[in-house]
């Protein structure tokens, strides 16, 4: 899964950091087992593999509406896969590309296609000992950043319309180091527990709200790039910007047309909470995957994700 980089390659060589088929998540650290959901008392998986990975039914139950994280019993977006590299990234002197393969059981075509959302973050700022996912160990604790923080991040919704776009973003959250969110259920300052797969706008904000950068935290695409057939989708993350890519005539290969959004990274900005990531340390996965039944018996849907590849190239 892991590729030491020990010493340097030279430069132009790409490295592959990891390689996936999802016919087991040896390689991953399953945040879902991490926290006691459903009606279990004990660790469980809300995932299960096998040509690809998705939510199981009962993980998607349990993460449907408000209540699939603002109650004890919910998931609370602990939905993630996470896999922390072997040897840090140095952002400024490679390029960083994410190659997957993802089809969504259901399009939602009435809105912003928030509920079965996809996102694939690179990640910084692990504790020293890395992930804790003793169970409801690190749930509640709030004293250090105990589920890592979010760098630069691509979020794709549910749809292929105009409402549903996908979205590139940098950090998340008060901080300009980024942060995943937290519940507070009285909104009095005192969190009940992490929300280790939700990353709001800079400020807090909700993303792609208002206007794109510098205004705000995100590039949006001119539509959404969701698929109910398998396509592959490209996001690449520069010195200098990040872009994503989708192959929508599923030909396996790139063109300049299937370039969807580009996002610079400047050394500085004024844009809010601006802050040049320095190096990266993992990659999170995350499923909103509230495709379950809900009140009205509908299924906004859910990914399904067959491949995944992390190569590096330095420059």
Not at 6 to 27: C, H, K, M, R
Not at 212 to 229: H, Y
């Amino acid at each position: 899964m892991q590729v030491a980089v020990n010493p340097p390659p030279p430069t132009g060589a790409q490295i592959v950091f990891n390689s996936e088929d999802f016919y087991n998540l040896n390689g991953w650290t399953d945040l879902s087992q991490a926290v006691t959901w459903g009606n279990s008392t004990v660790a469980r998986s809300a995932f299960t593999t096998g040509s690809y990975v998705q939510l199981t039914r009962t993980g998607s139950n349990n993460t449907v509406g408000l209540t699939g994280y603002s109650t004890p019993s919910s998931l609370r977006t602990f939905t993630a896969l996470d896999h922390r590299f072997a040897t840090p990234i140095n952002h400024a002197t490679n390029i960083v590309t994410i190659d997957f393969r993802a089809a969504w059981t259901k399009l939602d075509t009435s809105g912003a296609g928030e509920n079965g959302r996809f996102m694939v973050v690179l990640t910084h700022s692990y504790p020293t000992s890395g992930l804790d996912t003793t169970l409801n160990k690190r749930l509640n604790d709030f004293s250090t950043t105990w589920w890592a923080r979010p760098a630069y991040h691509l979020r794709i919704r549910s749809g292929n319309n105009t409402s549903a776009t996908a979205l590139l973003q940098y950090g998340g959250g008060r901080s300009n180091l980024g942060e995943f969110e937290t519940y507070d259920a009285n909104r009095d300052g005192r969190p009940d527990w992490w929300l280790p797969g939700f990353i709001s706008g800079a400020n807090g904000v909700s993303p792609g709200t208002a206007a794109d950068f510098p205004s705000n935290s995100w590039v949006r695409t001119p539509q959404g790039i969701a698929s109910t057939s398998f396509r592959n989708y490209r996001y690449v993350v520069k010195p200098d910007a990040q872009e994503v890519w989708y192959d929508a005539n599923d030909n396996g290969t790139f063109e300049s047309t299937e370039l969807k959004a580009r996002m610079p990274l400047p050394q500085s900005s004024t844009a809010p909470l601006y802050y040049y990531f320095p190096r990266f340390e993992g990659i999170r996965l995350y499923w909103r995957g509230a495709g379950g039944p809900d009140a009205l018996g509908s299924d906004p849907g859910q990914v399904l994700v067959d491949r995944l590849v992390v190569s590096v190239r330095p420059l």
